[in-house]
């Protein structure tokens, strides 16, 4: 038997990931935070948890909440993230709904810093559902222009992922609407 720990190797993208989070100022999400030591209900999953998964989901191409969720199920690496955490898709979509703004500015400039440090590799974007080759030469990232050209780019591929904002909320009323079960 292995941890999820040692099923995770040393060089494996999600570790960079978590890495970088750590390093991000993220103190608005935690603002947003009301609980207490004596209050009543559930505690708060850590701001970074749901910022790890939502960043490493983007960089692997997946932008729908409803799929992240189920991959913290079943997929090392986001299962690694949680550390044995449960997050459902309503957190993970409320998540990003509640901190678009923030969301957007921070994913967009460590997406480009990531790769501009040549930490993560975007050979092949999202965009429509289809994958399209990236047309950036390895000296395109070398100047402040070259950051900004990624940040950009950056930028674009966090629209896709706010884009699907609508199709998640509108999936889970239907969802309610059409489950026979009321439990």
């Known amino acids: 038997m292995f941890s999820l720990d040692q099923m995770i190797r040393e060089d494996h993208p999600v570790r ?47 932008i729908n909440g409803r799929r992240i969720a189920e991959l913290t199920t079943r997929h090392l690496a986001s299962m690694w993230i949680c550390g044995g955490i449960s997050v ?53 990232f070398r100047s402040t222009e070259g950051l900004e050209k990624a940040r950009q780019k950056a930028k674009a591929n966090m629209a896709e992922v706010f884009k699907d904002e609508n199709d998640d909320e509108d999936h889970s009323s239907r969802s309610r609407r059409n489950s026979s079960c009321c439990c």
Request: charged share 20%; with cysteine; glycine share 6%.
């Open 16 to 62: 960079i990931v978590v890495s970088y989070v750590e390093t991000v100022d993220l103190s608005e999400l935690y603002a947003d935070i009301k609980a207490t030591t004596d209050g009543v209900g559930r505690d708060a999953i850590d701001p970074r948890i749901l910022f790890s998964l939502w960043l490493f989901a983007t960089l692997e191409s997946e």
């Open 88 to 140: 459902n898709y309503h957190t993970v979509c409320e998540f990003r709904t509640a901190h678009r703004d923030l969301l957007d500015k921070v994913f967009t400039n460590s997406i480009a810093s990531l790769h501009h440090h040549g930490l993560i590799n975007l050979e092949t974007i999202a965009q429509d559902g289809m994958r399209v080759r990236a047309s950036a030469g390895s000296g395109s």
